[in-house]
């Protein structure tokens, strides 16, 4: 085969995560890199009996087709758990996708052709990254302070005829940090004015460690918005399951899209997280997780000011990430090749920027043992030293 | 919101199928329209098994990430099966994808710039006209005789430009034809010689009654082709696994797109489904499927023959469908209307075709229990006698 590939995919790239992953799942690696769920997090012997009862019960239901929206019950769960988050919602906002990977990738095809803008905060998560590649959009990269993006940037982008604003109001992957509510109301209002349509990717709110919760900007702006949930990060990654919430006359454009892209989503996947969802009481169980979470988080913020204060990093308020940022100029893509060397992995600043952000780097704090972060830093402090020996 | 739509969404096509298949799940009718297995041939016994094993003994593994291309151990058995085939595949070659329609999908990612062509035969499976039309291509019909798709005809789109050419050879949906083995020999070398890509999709060739089986284009070209296989007429559509078959340098290519489209494929289903297979005696199970949708495919020709002369089939030699020609002039849209106020349904030939089609429907005699047939037959001669007493 002479093989002609589209433009699309000339400038898309890899995953670095996703082939780091795909490299040290088979040795002794200490991986900072992934965004997994902890071992100890993960509900095996729940979903076990959850399958048990959906063959048990749905029989053939369960091996059959379902519909390109989703199961119902399951989108029904979903619509009762945004009206608890203050947002009304029926079971037609919703819409389930293989993952929120998959939410962005629709997204990306109901809107955008190619050369349109897209306006983002920096950094941004590297998945939504890839996907506004592969639209062949290009990215209108707002500034932010410490409250979230400036409300004359949101402007600007506005202005400069972004298609769309795409935001992590809430502990953002990979910064860590949260949009103040004054900002949420401030950029709501300028977003809702404009018209064009605000992206709320939201994985992490149910990850917060303090008791502190933040409204939706999905709810400032009365549903009028594409909001995205996962329950990659609360349950399982395995499943591949996400949704989106929108106006119904925008899920109704979306379904013939997800028609075309996979018929639907794993039918299996859907009834056993809602079986699951039915019975377990989820609240305990991402009550445990942040717990383990937390220790994870507060041992590895202290080796690192211990072994390397070098790496200056933020306390974040949940999620799964430290973002660190080098005293000194680094290049964390050449120091990630001696890291995996020492046998430890992270991810590079740069997967999280269009171009440049290589002083920075994404370290994971959920995945890895807690009894293995000392080693993890020690093997990072060794890179560390032996780039510098390098140099 | 002010939602300004891609180009690409204007001309999309909401399948027929799936909204019947929405809409009809609740009531009495009887449904010769999705391409759903039967009842019978839906192994629910041996999937719960096989789920409480994978969580008993994967535990963790079967709710962590996973890598794009795929479960391995799953991918080695798809790469066995095709070594039996006489088509030299290893796991590097497969990609696991969400059915073949989220393979049609990547392809046309891969492939296709808005504006391409793409070579197919007529009628052809709805779901890849989807597809195409969602990145934008346009078709190339090839006209065909009772050996398969003309040489001088495959020349013909070659010479016209086609990006790629899109055949089923065996059992094709709708039409249940196959392509002869003369015939595959003769297209196989002019397209090998173009050097343009080969699009195999075979999700019927474990289907056919008869003793007879055909050699897989792939095989006549050494693997030079791109494979599409699924589980879901197979197994269970519920699961969403279907795979690609290629180069490894084209599968190396297809592995960025999709982590941009979806990270990867439920790995709960995969794994779930590498259990049963390994468990479980395929043959016997689908020896056993085919058993009892031959019973159902004599059936139904029986009563229509009996009933509905007026409707012309072939005998397919496997699948799931007829694909039947009204002797006159029908509207088969306007009769589909009628036909679901008297509770039966088909899909109208338009959903096969770019553009007509009309006077011809597909009918699915899988899906329906095999007491219902009769009655469905009636239903849909009640709905042929109420359209002409309109006219």
Known sequence: METQFSSRIKNLRRSVVRDILSFHSSNDMISFAGGLPGKEALPVEAMRKAADRVFEREGIRALQYGTTEGYNPLR???????????????????????????????????FLNPGDQVAVTLP???????????SEASLICTESDNDGPLPNEIRRAILQGAKFIYLTPTVANPSGRSISEKRRSEISE?????????IEDDPYSL????DHSFRKM??????????????????????????????ENIISRMVPVKQAMDLHTSLVSQIILFEYLSHENLSKHISDAKASYRIKRDLILSELSAKLPQLKTDIPDGGV?????????????????LATEEGVAFVPG???????????????????????????????VKAYNRYHSLL
Chains 1, 2 share one sequence.
């Open 76 to 110: 029904e769960w979903i619509a009762d758990y945004l009206c608890s988050e203050g947002i009304p919602t029926g079971p037609d906002n919703i819409l389930i996708t293989g993952g929120s990977q998959q939410a962005l990738d629709l997204i990306g095809r109901l």
């Open 124 to 134: 941004t998560y590297n998945g939504a990254i890839q996907s506004f590649e592969l």
């Open 190 to 198: 300028i977003i809702r004015t404009s018209g064009i349509p605000l």
């Open 207 to 210: 990850l917060m460690f303090s």
């Open 218 to 247: 999905t709810s400032y702006m009365d549903g009028e918005t594409i909001l995205l949930g996962s329950f990659s990060k609360i349950v399982a990654p395995a499943l591949r399951i996400g949704y989106i919430r929108a106006p």
């Open 321 to 337: 990430f430290l973002w660190g940022r080098w005293g000194s100029p680094i290049n964390s893509s050449e120091l990630l090749y």
């Open 350 to 380: 740069s997967s999280f920027y269009p171009d440049g952000g290589d002083n920075f780097i994404r370290i994971n704090y959920s995945a890895p043992d807690l009894n293995r972060i000392p080693e993890g830093v020690d093997r990072l």
